[in-house]
């Protein structure tokens, strides 16, 4: 079945450090699925910080980028120089068609330390 | 726009009891998502409805889990013979579709002592 794979479950990254979070997918009832980045800062829901629906292309929100790499089967989350405010638990997530419910990965609690 | 919500967002039950968690989605939304949150699974599916029809609940645990969805203002998730392994943060969500964007709520963690 389809599935998503977050290896990492917590990262540490000194502010303004750069971070990369990474993100597997596997695709069987779909050859391009839509992906995800979901957010759950500390005391609040979960929310959208980026997704990309076409193979190839780069999303970007809040600093954050990914690339959908169909090669690969990647999405990995990206950020230049973290922030303090950046503490978080990420999600990556794959919705395989209309009809089915988004699939998540385990979540990678990041920790940015002064 | 309150967004998607939870009640209670805390419970503890005993080991035994029954446990109804509920969730108004986002007004407009025909998808309804339940998951369940562990440190070891992550988000895990439990079911879902679409315009208040039951689509997919291949995630529930079929003996003590069901679902409900009696109007489209409103979802509830019922757990009888609460066990200590049912402990979690249940999250609701809702979105327009399958395939776009999900809205979740804060979540219920339950507590099964």
């Known amino acids: 079945g389809d599935s998503v794979t977050q290896t990492e479950g917590q990262v540490t990254v000194s502010e303004s450090k750069s971070l990369i979070i990474n993100c597997t997918y596997s695709a069987t009832s779909i050859a391009y699925p839509n992906l995800f980045w979901y957010v759950r800062y500390p005391g609040e829901g979960l929310q959208l910080l980026l997704k990309?629906?076409?193979?190839?292309q780069k999303g970007s929100s809040r600093g954050f980028e990914a690339t959908y790499n169909k090669e690969t089967t990647s999405f990995h989350l990206q950020k230049a120089s973290v922030q303090e405010s950046d503490s978080a638990v990420y999600y990556c997530?794959?919705?395989?068609?209309?009809?089915?419910?988004?699939?998540f990965g385990t979540g990678t609690k990041l920790q940015v330390v002064p | 726009n309150a967004g998607v919500i939870q009640t209670p967002r805390h419970k503890v039950t005993g080991k035994g009891q029954e446990a109804t968690l509920w969730c108004e989605p986002i007004s407009g939304h025909s998808a309804v998502f339940w998951y369940r949150q562990t440190i070891v699974q992550g988000l895990e599916f439990l079911t879902y409805?679409?315009?208040?029809?039951?689509?997919?609940d291949s995630g529930m645990p079929k003996e003590r889990f069901s679902a409900q969805m009696p109007n489209q203002s409103h979802s509830t998730l019922k757990i009888q013979s609460t066990q200590p392994q049912d402990s979690a943060v249940y999250l609701c969500?809702?979105?327009?579709?399958?395939?776009?964007?999900?809205?979740f709520g804060k979540g219920t963690r339950l507590t099964v002592v």
């Open positions: 990309v629906i076409t193979a190839g």
């Open positions: 997530a794959l919705s395989a068609n209309s009809g089915t419910y988004q699939r």
């Open positions: 969500a809702s979105s327009f579709g399958t395939n776009t964007e999900v809205f």
């Open positions: 409805f679409r315009n208040q029809a039951p689509i997919d």
